[in-house]
């Protein structure tokens, strides 16, 4: 299957470990982005995976194009100018002190894209799915114009499109996410996100308490509901994290299909050794399981298992095969030693 996704990849710098920035005096080099993070998963289980970005032509844009080439993923679409790559430092939390990231972003190549460094039609041409996080119309006026010409583009190619809602405070305020995400939704088939995604940047609330660890289905059935009648969603999707501390969490997962609900078996996840793109891992997993399996209930448990074993990972990318997913998904979960 082809799968393209469009958004930015960045460098992420962060000290080894569990240290904080002001200890260190050297980081460690990684690189990811919400929708880079999603096509590394894509290509990880087999499919064709395309991302599509703009980078420098310098060496660092260039460290970024062989990351992705190095996990399989297509890198043809990638314009090259501007000058220069996203960054972002990321400090790892332990315990009951949160990870912490700063941005670097402004003025980077994709933020300063314009229409004709891509020819979506092209790019859409033989697709089968079109993914996009809400991260990436955040980054500049000029992004949140790129995705929309990319979404009308896969319209028209008949492909599936999926958005991660993703709501970044540090990139926008909830009002202008709002005027910019509600209007695209007319594109898209399936909607994945969190309770807080869906408020901030669509204004539905869930009747739940995720801070109080209360997640049950049903405080989200009727917000589901709505979200499908207003905008015609095929599926709306929500992650339920249960947050105990930066390195023990609940994970699970419900779908709705305008049918059906279906509630996910719940992961304890301790310890974490990295969340950074776990909800991408998600996306990717929730992507190959509704383009290969036979029923939402498959999809979804596999996009629950792949989440859950990308946050014992360190870096963005998520570098599992599909058989580690499905064995864990099956109910394999002791950690033994594979001879």
Do not use: W
């Given at each position: 299957m082809k799968v393209i996704t469009l958004g930015e990849i960045m460098l992420r710098l962060s000290p080894a470990g569990c240290k904080r920035f002001v200890q260190v005096d050297n980081f460690d080099v990684i690189w990811g982005g919400g929708e880079a993070n999603v096509a590394v998963s894509c290509a990880n289980y087999g499919h064709d995976a395309y991302f599509v970005s703009k980078l420098p032509t310098h060496e660092i844009?260039?460290?970024?194009?062989?990351?992705?080439?190095?996990?399989?993923?297509?890198?043809e679409h990638i314009a090259r100018g501007g000058d220069r790559v996203g960054i972002y430092y990321c400090e790892t939390g332990a315990s009951m002190r949160p990870s912490k990231v700063i941005y670097d972003r402004a003025g980077s190549s994709i933020a300063e894209a314009n229409p004709e460094d891509f020819d979506f039609d092209a790019i859409m041409e033989g697709a089968d799915w079109f993914h996009w996080s809400g991260i990436t119309p955040a980054i500049s006026d000029k992004a949140a114009e790129l995705t929309r010409l990319a979404c009308e583009a896969a319209k028209r190619h008949g492909?599936?499109?999926?958005?991660?809602?993703?709501?970044r405070k540090k990139l926008w305020s909830s009002e202008k996410a709002q005027s910019i995400m509600r209007p695209l939704m007319q594109y898209v088939d399936v909607c994945i996100g969190n309770e807080e995604d869906a408020e901030l940047c669509l204004g539905f609330k869930p009747d739940a308490d995720v801070e109080g660890g209360n997640t049950d289905a049903e405080g989200y059935k009727g917000i589901?509901?709505?979200?499908?009648?207003?905008?015609?969603?095929?599926?709306?999707?929500?992650?339920l994290r249960e947050s105990f501390s930066a390195t023990h969490n609940g994970w699970k997962a419900m779908i709705y299909n305008g049918e059906e609900f279906y509630q996910s078996k719940r992961y304890d996840i301790n310890p974490i050794i990295d969340r950074v793109g776990g909800g991408d891992s998600f996306s990717g997993g929730l992507i190959h399981g509704l383009l290969?399996?036979?029923?939402?209930?498959?999809?979804?448990?596999?996009?629950?298992?792949?989440?859950?074993?990308k946050q014992t990972i360190n870096g963005d990318f998520n570098l599992v095969s599909a058989a580690e997913v499905q064995a864990l998904a099956g109910g394999s979960a002791n950690g033994r030693v594979q001879r």
């Open positions: 844009g260039q460290a970024a194009v062989n990351a992705l080439r190095r996990y399989g993923v297509h890198t492909v599936t499109v999926s958005v991660d809602l993703n709501f589901f509901q709505a979200m499908m009648k207003e905008f015609g969603f095929k599926y709306v999707v929500s992650t290969t399996m036979p029923t939402q209930g498959e999809a979804l448990e596999f996009a629950v298992a792949a989440s859950a074993l």
